[in-house]
């Protein structure tokens, strides 16, 4: 169960999340993360612990490069 503070789905540009708690937050799998990370997402690792920012995470959804109007769908 999400709390307050753990809202499913939505991502603070001013915070920083472990790989686990993005996943968690936005109800991802290791396939996607993986795919994310290789077009580009940017992960920082300290003490062997991945993390993203959530500015970083927002910027690459909204990148024309990973994006798509239609949803993916084409006509």
Known sequence: MATADETVGVINPEELYT???LKRRLGIRDAMLRTAR??????YYKHGRGFVYGRD???YVCSPETSSVDGGRSA
């Not at 290789?38 to 992960?43: A, C, I, K, P």
């Open 38 to 43: 290789r077009s580009g997402l940017r992960v």
């Open 19 to 21: 790989l686990d708690a």
């Open 57 to 59: 995470w927002i910027s």
